[in-house]
């Protein structure tokens, strides 16, 4: 009994992994195993590194002020104030409305709102009908597309 209990006890104190060619075979399979999570764990950090690195060192323009000697416009917003083609605030020309008789229904309803100008109005008409008073909505209103 005291030699099978030798026995087990020697069998148990053995390493799993030897070092014979079968431990090395099992440690090259569990290594090729971990490879591609090794792989995705670079490529997350160089990832994470070049994110950094573009916001640190100011690579988006979108969060620069603008340069208002730049774009000839100034005054906060003046980026976005230049992209969508205006403040609305510039000089209306009543000459360029298709139809004269909207000239004074425009500049009437302009002066209801401080934030609407008669440039905002007649662009948004001439943008919604092309001044068509005959051109129907889905709705059935006329001289709009709304």
Do not use: Y
């Not at 730049?70 to 003046?78: K, L, R």
């Not at 401080?114 to 068509?132: E, R």
């Amino acid at each position: 009994m005291g030699a099978k209990k030798a026995l087990a006890v020697e069998a148990a104190s053995k390493p799993v992994l030897g070092n014979d060619a079968t431990g090395f075979m099992w440690l090259a399979i569990a290594g090729l195993g971990l490879l591609p999570f090794a792989l995705l764990a670079m490529l997350a950090l160089i990832v994470i590194l070049a994110i950094l690195a573009i916001f640190s060192f100011g690579g988006s323009q979108m969060t620069a002020p603008p340069d208002p000697s730049a774009s000839g416009v100034a005054g906060p917003g003046s980026m976005l104030t230049e992209l969508a083609g205006g403040d609305g605030r510039g000089t209306f020309a009543p000459a360029r409305v298709p139809d004269q008789k909207l000239v004074a229904p425009i500049v009437a309803a302009a002066k209801e709102c401080d934030l609407l100008t008669p440039v905002i109005i007649s662009a948004q008409i001439g943008f919604a009908s092309g001044f068509d008073a005959k051109m129907e909505g889905p709705d059935g209103r006329k001289g709009s597309l709304s």
